[in-house]
Nanobody
Framework: QVQLVESGGGLVQAGGSLRLSCQFS????????MGWFRQAPGKEREFVAG????????YLADFVKGRFTISRENAKNTMYLQMNSLKPEDTAVYYC???????????????????WGQGTQVTVSS
């Protein structure tokens, strides 16, 4: 019913920037709360950023505050993660996720997300 496809990953030098996109295929994108997660080798998948139905509320993990920005364009069924001042420790596979919600809230728990993309690799060199 819902498919998510990430894009925009790649190799970048420390201090550089990347913009990730998540394309949503399905009906009523605006009814889904969205989020970004990442997973580095040998580590648990962790929450990076979340956004409510229309971008009125966002939440960023402490380790990306001031560097990353989450946004969405509902008319394009797309969510974005703008990543600036990238660090080598940001290296990971980044996943977008969608959670159907009856409330315009930010969701951060992995178990509450219903759909996941395949992920896009972000590699930051030192």
């Amino acid at each position: 019913q819902v498919q998510l496809v990430e894009s925009g990953g790649g190799l970048v030098q420390a201090g550089g920037s990347l913009r990730l996109s998540c394309q949503f295929s399905g009906r009523t994108f605006s009814s889904y709360v969205m989020g970004w997660f990442r997973q580095a080798p040998g580590k648990e998948r962790e929450f990076v950023a979340g956004i409510d139905w229309n971008g009125g509320s966002t939440y960023l993990a402490d380790f990306v505050k001031g560097r990353f920005t989450i946004s969405r364009e509902n008319a394009k069924n797309t969510m974005y993660l703008q990543m600036n001042s990238l660090k080598p420790e940001d290296t990971a596979v980044y996943y977008c996720a969608a959670a159907r919600s009856i409330r315009a809230v930010v969701v951060r728990r992995k178990s509450e997300f219903d759909y996941w993309g395949q992920g896009t690799q972000v590699t930051v060199s030192s």
